[in-house]
């Protein structure tokens, strides 16, 4: 394993990841600016990670024919592209543009993981991967932080930024990434194949990891929903703009980040996967079912750090979970079905969140989001009564994902 390589392909990540977390705390407040409504707004939101969904397969047999390094660089320069869209769209109209092209060049993430895979061996790949959830997650808490505080000059400034960010990441990585020497069918090898019938069977054939991908499935179109609608409801009820909502969703990120970088083995040795799965939909499910009731934002606030506690707890006992439903060789199509259900979930819960903000209540989402989860810890606990041991087959996978898995940013 070249430890440069795994250092460089990590701050390519970190920053990409910087620059699209600029995006998350001015998106809502820039489509409100121009009339959309919350419906709209999911739409937005989920018109990128459709896009990802339906291109994803194509970049990656493009990596596989013509290598790694040529579909990352095209899709950061998509990427730097998008965002001067976003930076210059005058309407609603060239927001969603600029988004579906993001979406069509949001390949950064899982050509990385095929990176990682290409470049070391098998022993040593999750320490690789744990190197890319790093940066995924680093890159979520820095990135909401600094566009808050750039949104101060206007909703264009953080994008323009974000646009210069990416361009430096391609030069980057122009300069320093190089190529793995691999054959067309080693590379075809190292890629997760996500969307075959025949990796979801192959997947599906333990019952872990269908039940891990299950729970996924629930909490991930649960935390879908509060992301696309918290920005405009903490607008409406306290008066936040961008500054203080990017805050938030950093503090949230740092939380995370703690509990999945360090405090998660400590965790798992002590209660087991199965209890802290249940533990982490229940946290969840306290925190998002206070959200929208509480009378000041300070409470508002600790609801979400409850939820972002149970959230670091649950992703990464999950991942770890489903992976012990594969063998060795089949760990990378396992996870990538695993991640295909977190896929499809993030379309999803933008457009239902949108719908019931718009027609039912603001309140709404949040307390949809909150039983969903309520639906994961029931589902998780009578798992565990049947099935689960009381102590973890192996200790979950650290990762810093700030609660979002990589393969799906918007």
Known sequence: MKKSALLIIFLVVFI???????????????????????????????????????????????????????????????????????????????LFIARFLAGTCGANISTAYAYIADVTPEDQRARGMGLIGAGFGLGFIFGPAIGGVLSRWGFSFPMYAGALLALCNFFFALVKLEEPKLSIKE????????????AIGTAMADRRTRFATLIFFLSTLAIAQMETTFAIFMAHRFGYDAQPAGFVLALMGIIMATIQGGLIGKLAKRFGEYNLIVMGALLCAVGLGLFPVLPTAFFVILSLCIMSVGNGILNPSLSSLASLGASPRQKGLVMGVYQSASSLARVLGPLV?????????????????????????????????????????????????AGLEPASKY
């Open 353 to 401: 969140a949108g719908w019931l903000y718009d027609r039912i209540s603001i309140r709404a989402p949040f307390f949809a989001a909150a039983i969903l989860f309520v639906l994961a810890f029931t589902v998780a606990a009578v798992f565990r009564k049947l099935t689960g041991p009381r102590r973890p087959a192996v200790e979950p996978v650290k990762s810093t994902n």
């Open 187 to 198: 590379r075809e090898a190292n890629r997760s194949k996500r969307f075959s019938l025949e």
């Open 16 to 94: 990409d990841l910087v620059g699209f977390g600029i995006v998350i705390p001015i998106l809502p407040y820039y489509a409100k600016e121009y009339g959309a409504s919350a419906f709209q707004l999911g739409w937005l939101m989920a018109i990128y990670s459709v896009m990802q969904f339906l291109v994803a397969p194509l970049w990656g047999k493009i990596s596989d024919q013509f290598g790694r390094r040529p579909v990352l660089l095209v899709s950061i320069l998509g990427t730097a592209f998008s965002m001067m869209l976003l930076g210059l769209a005058g309407n609603l109209k060239w």
